[in-house]
């Protein structure tokens, strides 16, 4: 990154970022299949309670960035520090193990199964006693209990009873139950790889309005999209990715989407495009 | 419904409105699989102790129950695995290798009948593992795999027993155990019968209840979400074909007392008649779903068939006709209920 561009803006996190410890940061990520290169040399820096949106053409480097952040990818060279602390994801479980939590656009979630079933999937409770540990026999009211109370925390009235199958619901809901699984388990990240991108327009927004939810909750979000005017719409800052490096950070307030697209696309630079309220 | 209305109660006014009767059923199927062959089987009893009152005797009855016993075990094993979308037709192969083997060693070398019974199961497990580990680790079809393996463990257990059957009377005691019998009031239930009982209370719990049984559901409903949401999906498969396996070996050991011999040439059609049971008993051949409650009311069906209709005089082909019905019928109504929406 060459300059940290933020403004004040009107959102009320990220209020002076630059001061402040960034929660994850990345310093010169690199990462090469062969001869192709995927990252060469990407620094990254998420910030308490913000919204960090990734953007970047078809072979930017978005997903291979986002792989190596939360351990699907193990980069080549460079660093990853989470709270300050240098960190090693071999695997997604590491990564998740350390509270960074991943949203797909896959909607990945098992459709047979019902909420309760798939927010404490691969991590379900047992309960006590030797039922739990002799029986193995899974706490089945405490968890629908937590994923009611979790789904409630994000405002999701409309996905009222846990013991429904996802099947049943739409897609939009089906993404909202994934952010809420995020949302219970990741305690320090939440990373959204496309949570739009198999959603309409209604059920998109659902999505985006969720994001607020987490950012008032204070937890650090990063969102990629090939929306603009989504991203536009939740991102407190938006780091560019181009040919594998970061082309700059800009904010919604900095500059305008066509700008972006402009230093995305190559059409422009962020020196040749300072942006009206960068300081 | 108008644009001026918030999305959140629109969607609760659409959940709230009337549904039909038709899609209640289809709601009701959908929350409990075991519903319509419960309800086949309640049918079934009704229609033929009608046709012919002996059927609901106590010694009929008991006769069916040890009839369903062998592929009702072996449906266990497959109601595992085609709950994480796959199939085994080597399940009647790996039994009767299993049984073989054991029976071989007990008879010559005069292996203890204890260990031939544990061995049935470590060679069914293994059989079992091979599947697991061809499916895992070589990324091969089940179907390919089984259908491999079926005349791979179907010739060894051929070529090891010289196609000879083992008398249960030259086997040790242990062994055909299964096929004794106690009186429960007028009914008469052999050991193999509860056997089989254990078998789907302990699976049964082991699915409903554990954590492993939620993770062979979700593997089987979408793997690729059950790897995102950390679930080791390799291993939950390789388990599930190992305990089908091991199933399949306690199995050989109900099938000897069953039949009163270790012999090479029984079952040999237990692939379909188990996958028969398992989709008339309402499990989804592409996974994720059932319940494998609804199996044990298929094996029973089927028991029901071909009791009812040779008690009632009729040709046993009808027995035929009838079970492919059913088993069309039963895929039909899977189809239509895996379209549920609230």
């Known amino acids: ?279 | 419904m108008t644009t001026t209305t918030p999305p959140t109660s629109a969607a609760q006014q659409f959940a709230l409105r009337r549904h039909s009767p038709l899609q209640r059923v289809q709601h009701l199927l959908h929350a409990h699989p075991a519903i319509s062959p419960f309800l086949v089987l309640v049918i079934a009893f009704v229609v033929f102790s009608t046709l012919n009152p002996r059927f609901a005797s106590p010694n009929s009855l008991s006769l069916v129950l040890q009839q369903v016993a062998v592929i009702g075990a072996l449906a266990v094993g497959q109601t595992l695995i085609i709950l994480t979308a796959g199939i085994d037709l080597s399940v009647g192969a790996i039994a009767i290798l299993a049984m073989m083997l054991s029976a071989k060693l007990a008879e010559g070398q005069g292996l203890p009948g204890v260990l031939a019974v544990l061995l049935a199961i470590a060679v069914g497990a293994a059989a079992g593992a091979l599947n697991g580990g061809l499916v895992t680790r070589l990324k091969l079809p089940p179907f390919i795999v089984t259908l491999g393996t079926l005349s791979v463990f179907t010739s060894i257990g051929l070529l090891y027993s010289g196609g000879q059957s083992v008398q249960a009377t030259d086997l040790p005691p242990v062994l055909s155990w299964t096929g004794e019998s106690f009186p429960v009031g007028e009914f008469r239930i052999t050991f193999g019968v509860v056997a089989v009982v254990l078998l789907y209370l302990l699976v049964g719990y082991a699915l409903a209840k554990t954590a492993w049984g939620r993770h062979v559901y979700a593997v089987g409903d979408d793997k690729e979400a059950a790897r995102l949401a950390g679930i080791r999906v390799d291993r939950v498969l390789l388990s599930v074909y190992l305990v089908a396996g091991a199933i399949y070996g306690i199995t050989a050991w109900i099938l000897i007392g069953r039949a009163g011999a270790a012999s090479p040439n029984a079952i040999t059609d237990a692939n379909l008649e188990s996958i028969t049971a398992v989709v008339i008993g309402g499990t989804s051949l592409f996974g994720g779903r059932g319940v494998l409650l609804g199996t044990l009311l298929g094996a029973l069906i089927v028991g029901f068939f071909r009791s009812g209709l040779s008690l009632a005089g009729v040709d046993d082909q009808y027995r035929v006709l009838a079970v492919g019905l059913l088993v069309i019928l039963a895929v039909a109504v899977d189809q239509w209920i895996r379209k549920v929406r609230a």
């Not at chain 1, 404490?120 to 009611?148: H, T």
């Not at chain 1, 697209?261 to 962020?270: D, P, S, Y």
Request: charged share 20%; net charge positive; with cysteine.
């Open chain 1, 1 to 279: 990154m060459t300059a940290t561009t933020h403004s004040p803006g009107s959102r009320p996190p990220a209020a002076e970022p630059a001061q402040r410890t960034p929660v994850l940061s990345a310093r010169g990520l690199v990462k090469t299949f062969g001869k192709v290169v995927g990252l060469d040399g990407v620094d990254l820096d998420l910030y308490p309670g913000e919204v960090l949106a990734v953007i970047g053409d078809n072979g930017a480097g978005k997903s291979t960035l986002i792989k190596c952040l939360t351990g699907a990818l193990g980069p080549d060279a460079g660093e990853l520090f989470l709270e300050g602390r240098p960190v090693h994801f071999k695997r997604p479980q590491d990564a998740r193990d350390a509270g960074i939590e991943t949203v797909y656009q896959t909607l990945a979630v098992a459709p047979a199964l019902d909420i309760a079933s798939n927010l404490f999937l691969g991590r379900e409770k047992r309960r006590r006693g030797p039922l739990g540990s002799v029986f193995r026999m899974l706490d089945q009211k405490g968890m629908r209990r937590e994923a009611a109370q979790a789904l409630a925390d994000l405002g999701i009235g409309t996905l009222q009873n846990v013991a429904q199958a996802v099947e049943t619901l739409s897609g939009g809901q089906r993404q909202a139950v994934s952010v809420a699984r995020a949302a219970a388990f990741g305690s320090k990240v939440i990373v959204l790889d496309e949570p739009t991108a198999a959603l309409g327009v209604k059920e998109s927004n659902q999505v985006l309005r969720l994001i607020e939810e987490l950012r008032s909750r204070r937890l650090p979000v990063i969102l990629i999209s090939h929306n603009m005017p989504q991203v536009f719409e939740v991102a407190d800052r938006i780091h560019i990715q181009r040919l594998g490096r970061c082309a700059g950070v800009v904010s919604p307030s900095s500059h305008t989407m066509a700008e972006a697209v402009a230093i995305m696309t190559g059409a422009t630079t962020l020196e040749r495009t300072p942006g009206h309220a960068t300081s």
